[in-house]
């Protein structure tokens, strides 16, 4: 079984080591911004605020790691996701942070970073619904 749990550390790795992510502050806590465009940021109880989220992703999430994946009231019609920092997957949380990433950052920084050769899959095998086989 996977090792859960992530520390504000780890999260800050994983969004800095995506090039163009810069860290700041965003409603007094630890936020991040790729291209001027929020991204993500620590909640004062240790859940992390992240998106945009494909809308499907988030309900999959949901549904399936409900101790782990969220929302509030005041995130349903967003397109923000919340994350337990103790109930998430180091790897998973990685590969989602990347979507993230992917969705807000600037064509030309993609294209740079997956021409670098060491950025992660952009699809997550964990989080797609399953297909029906087909005979």
């Known amino acids: 079984m996977a090792t859960r749990g992530v520390t504000f550390e780890q999260v800050r790795e994983m969004m800095l080591a995506l090039p163009g992510v810069e860290e700041g502050s965003s409603y007094g806590t630890h936020g991040f911004r790729v291209a001027k465009k929020f991204m993500s940021r620590l909640r004062e109880d240790d859940v992390l605020v992240l998106k945009p989220v494909d809308e499907v992703e988030r309900q999959f999430l949901m549904e399936t790691q409900p101790k782990t994946f969220f929302i509030t009231d005041h995130y349903r019609g ?20 990347e979507r993230c990433w992917r969705a807000l950052a600037p064509k030309k920084l993609i294209a740079a970073h997956d021409a670098d050769g060491t950025n992660m899959p952009a699809r997550s095998t964990r989080t797609a619904a399953p297909r029906e086989r087909t005979r």
Do not use: K
């Open 78 to 97: 967003s397109d923000a996701m919340l994350v337990r920092l103790s109930n998430a997957r180091p790897d998973e949380l990685r590969e989602l942070i």
